[in-house]
């Protein structure tokens, strides 16, 4: 894109460009160093165990979908965590 000296408004829009892409590579590397950091931190060892559920158990939370439902009530909450922080909404 070709500017002219004085044509103030194309110089707005790639400053406008350069604050918007600084902003997207700031926010990629925030985004890139909480996964680090999640990936940083140690696996427990209590879940390396064999430690087995008793059969009946195991059955009824097959029968239950007790997975599914704890992965939806999670999201759930997340959700509405998420959502209660918007000044606008929450």
Known sequence: MECSILDFGCHADAFLTLLH???LGFYSAL???VVAV???IPYPDFLDSDVQLPAA???GADMFMLETG???IVTAYLTRFIIRRI???G
């Open 87 to 89: 000044p606008v909404i």
């Open 38 to 40: 999640f990936a940083a």
């Open 31 to 33: 985004l890139l160093g």
């Open 21 to 23: 892409d600084m902003f």
């Open 70 to 72: 704890a992965q939806i």
């Open 57 to 59: 158990i195991m059955y």
